[in-house]
């Protein structure tokens, strides 16, 4: 199950750019052709959002947590930035956060992600690598940053962020549609087979 | 023209005439009070970002984080009078950070961003206590808003000994997010070295638990670079 995140939503808009490009809307946009391509090639996919609405957090990492193998990928807009560069982000915990919370195996709402911590790093490596090759500029490998989206769901999740919604005319991110859309495709066809059925 | 006609004409005409004038007055007021605002959080910024002396302070090379290129900071050498008072050295330095980079481009943190306060507790956590506009102004982003905190926590590593961890506030509260993305809930770890030119994401680690982070030792909070 691979569940698709639009970032911000409703009133939280996001990154707004001058030439009148919005982050929510443009990553609903992003989500909903990604959407329509796995599920082409046999992915099962839920989107947290599909409207103009704004889960909370909690809202949106409970919808991947429902389920025992998801794949969490969380789609964004930067503000800043040249035009056409992809990055992956995995989640980075410190500060010895336990691998679990209780003796009991059960870990915290807050703390869900870190078991899935190096499965995410390899996800996010896997994706950007497929993104560098379609984007030119991108970094070749992901970076560990604290996105809240990614901190409370129990499964490998990743955060895409495209830049940037700087540009004159907001059309032209819709060109980024196609080679996002592919490499998350081949991404998560590589990463597939490793997909941890349940808690890792 | 009857005189009842003219009465009511000559009385119409003075309303209309106090009326503008009310008008003109009020309108002076209303800029009068726009005017004293902007003087006001003027003052308030002018304030804060007054360079802060103490009995202590001595010349040195102090390493301030500033950005190089669109994803990455790096120390810049700046001679600094900073104090042997952990607390008033970090703002020290935090002031620098906001109000010194050598170019536009190397900016790090909004220029209307203020440390409101700068505490540290007796196990080594400090809170840095930032005015709404850090979090208003940075650019919303997950890189540009790991830049920003990397800068804030790779200044305090490399200047301040003696802290743990870095719990940042806004406007005194705790927020989800500097700007709509990266995770200030928990604490950054200050008690590793910060590491020149490296990469956000390698050189500091993101927010701990604050449920968990009690437990938790300095051997274990220590980063391992992914890479």
Do not use: C
């Amino acid at each position: 199950m691979v569940v698709l995140d639009p970032g911000h939503g409703g009133t939280d808009t996001g990154a707004r750019g001058a030439g009148g490009a919005v982050e929510k809307d443009v990553v609903l946009n992003f989500a909903r052709i990604t959407r329509a391509e796995l599920e082409r090639q046999g992915f099962r996919v839920v989107m947290t959002r599909n409207d103009d609405s704004n889960p909370s957090y909690d809202e949106r990492a409970a919808i991947a947590n429902a389920h025992r193998d998801a794949v969490f990928v969380s789609l964004h807009v930067s503000s800043t930035g040249a035009p056409g560069n992809a990055r992956v982000y995995s989640y980075r915990f410190s500060m010895g956060v336990p691998a679990t919370s209780a003796s009991n195996g059960l870990v915290a709402w807050n703390e869900a992600q870190q078991p899935y911590v190096d499965a995410s790093h390899r996800l996010a490596d896997i994706l950007q690598i497929e993104l560098a090759q379609r984007f030119a500029g991108s970094p070749a490998l992901s970076i560990a940053v604290p996105v809240r989206e990614l901190r409370s769901v129990a499964a490998p999740a990743v955060a895409i962020e495209i830049s940037s919604v700087s540009v004159a005319d907001p059309n032209s991110l819709t060109a980024f549609a196609p080679p996002l859309v592919t490499a998350i495709a081949r991404g998560l066809t590589i990463y597939r087979p490793a997909i941890p059925i349940g808690a890792p | 023209m009857p005189r009842n006609l003219r009465i009511v004409l000559a009385i119409l005409g003075a309303a209309v005439l106090v009326g503008l004038i009310s008008l003109h007055s009020l309108n002076q007021r209303v800029e009068q009070f726009a005017e004293t605002k902007v003087s006001d959080e003027q003052a308030r910024r002018d304030l804060l970002a007054q360079p802060i002396s103490t009995s202590s302070d001595a010349k040195v090379k102090a390493s301030i984080f500033w950005a190089a290129g669109a994803d990455k900071t790096t120390p810049v050498e700046v001679e600094l009078d900073l104090s042997s008072n952990p607390t008033q050295r970090a703002k020290q330095v935090l002031r620098a950070l906001v109000t010194d980079p050598p170019t536009p481009e190397q900016r790090t943190l909004p220029a209307d961003a203020t440390l409101l306060g700068f505490y540290i507790l007796s196990d080594g956590t400090a809170i840095a206590d930032f005015s709404q506009a850090l979090a208003s102004e940075t650019p919303s982003g997950i890189l540009s808003e790991e830049i920003a905190v990397n800068s804030i926590v790779q200044t305090l590593q490399g200047n301040v000994s003696s802290l743990r961890r870095l719990k940042i506030l806004i406007h005194g509260q705790e927020v989800d997010t500097l700007a709509g993305h990266v995770d200030l809930t928990g604490f950054f770890d200050l008690s590793s070295p910060a590491q020149p030119g490296a990469a956000p994401g390698s050189a500091v680690s993101g927010p701990a638990a604050a449920g968990s982070s009690a437990n938790s030792t300095s051997t274990a909070a220590a980063p391992q670079p992914r890479r």
